[in-house]
Structures are given as C-alpha cells and as structure tokens.
C-alpha cells in the first residue's frame, strides 16, 4: 500500500497553516502534531476535514487505560484518519485506546522508539539493553498483539516489522527528506525512495515541504519520488 506523503504542520497557529495550504489545490494527507493542537483544539481538526484533507493526528498519547481510553473517545468524535499513542504504554494501555475508538474507522498506530533517539542513548537512558531494531521489532509485536493497524518507526525498521506482523500492519515512517536536506534533530533518516525500498508504507514529511521556498515543486518532486514516478 502506497499513500499520499503526509506533510508534517509543524506551524504554531491556524494562521500560519492557513497560508500555507493556500499553495496548493488539491486535497493532501497531514498531520497535526502536539504544538498546533495544543494552540488551535478540535476546531482547526474540524476546519481540515471539512476541506478535505485526511488527517494524521499526532498526539502520542501516554497514560493510564481508563484515561487514554476516555480520551480516545473524544478523538474519535473528530473523524481523523490516524492517531497513535506510545507503544511503551503497554499492552493495556493500547487495548484501551481501541476500545475508545471503536466503530470510528480511525486507525490506531503506536510510536516505538522516535527517530530522535539513538541506539546510545535509549541502552543509557531508557535502560533497554536490547539493540534499537530489537526494542522496536518488540513494540511492534506488541503493538499488533493490541489489535492496533500499525507503528510509527523509522525506514530501517520497515522491513523487519512488516515481515513480523505482516504487509498489512502500517508502518509510518517520519524522518524523510531528499538527499541532499539537513537532517535537523532526527539521526535515524531516509530519502523517499529508501522508504518505498525498504517496506513504509506511508511517510511523513515536515521542513523539507514546509520551510521550502516552493512547498508544491518540493511536494510534487518527493511524492513522484515514493510513488516511483521520479
């Protein structure tokens, strides 16, 4: 499966994201993270998908089952097509986040390790001792044990999930940009073409389309590239 790229609205207010989707004329696959939520609440959520656009809500959600289950109902009220939670909530905590969305077709993914963190500084930080493929092949398994539609991973950890838990099970991989763009704070990046080689099946672009002098040019170029059209 092939999707559109999901642009990354990493603005700080509607105003901003206003101005820049009037760059573009057709409908596109984005994703709302915890800034601009945070800013704007469920009404900007609303405004999107009345224009419509598909929407990837990003809000990572970490806590208790009975409190992201409550708050999963919420998000399901908003008719967005993705949300996640983090994968290190556990089995339980991941049950619940379906329970709270079922019947609302949005699919649920959870965040494995986030491609700003390297296999040093989880083993220190985080005390997994396992490697970084590791520690993500097992939060995917867990995560599709849950019943869950996929993970967000990086692009060299595509592969192995996908023929862990199979080519249906999502795997949405952030961190992508051309060759030749600056990597910011992400250490583990890929091109779209890596991506598409190596088992995403969805990507998620942020500066490379949104900070670009030309957002369409640069849009068009990445998605004839993960389409294969390049």
């Not at 965040?111 to 997994?128: A, D, P």
């Not at 190596?198 to 849009?219: C, D, F, L, M, W």
């Amino acid at each position: 499966m092939t999707s559109k790229p999901i642009i990354a609205l990493d603005f700080p207010s509607k105003l901003d994201v206003e101005e820049f989707l009037s760059e573009f004329t057709e409908s596109l696959f984005l994703k709302v993270g915890m800034e601009l939520f945070y800013q704007e609440g469920p009404e900007l959520i609303r405004t999107l998908n009345r224009d419509g656009h598909d929407l990837f809500l990003d809000l990572k959600l970490h806590d208790i089952p009975n409190t992201v289950e409550s708050a999963m109902r919420r998000i399901a009220e908003l008719g967005v097509d993705m949300v996640n939670v983090h994968a290190a909530g556990g089995l339980a905590m991941m049950e619940a986040a379906k329970r709270g969305l079922a019947g609302s077709g949005t699919k649920l993914i959870a965040v494995t390790q986030l491609t700003s963190t390297s296999e040093e500084q989880m083993q220190k930080e985080q005390l997994i001792s396992v490697s970084l493929e590791d520690s993500v092949l097992h939060y995917a398994q867990l995560a599709k044990q849950a019943g869950l539609d996929g993970v967000v991973c990086s692009v060299h950890e595509a592969k192995a999930i996908g023929e862990a838990c199979g080519e249906d099970f999502l795997r949405v991989t952030p961190g992508i940009r051309p060759a030749a763009a600056e990597s910011h704070d992400q250490k583990r990046i890929a091109t779209p073409s890596d991506a598409k080689t190596q088992g995403s099946t969805h990507i998620v672009v942020g500066r490379a389309i949104t900070r670009s002098e030309n957002p369409q040019k640069s849009y068009d170029y990445i998605n004839r590239e993960w389409s294969g059209r390049s």
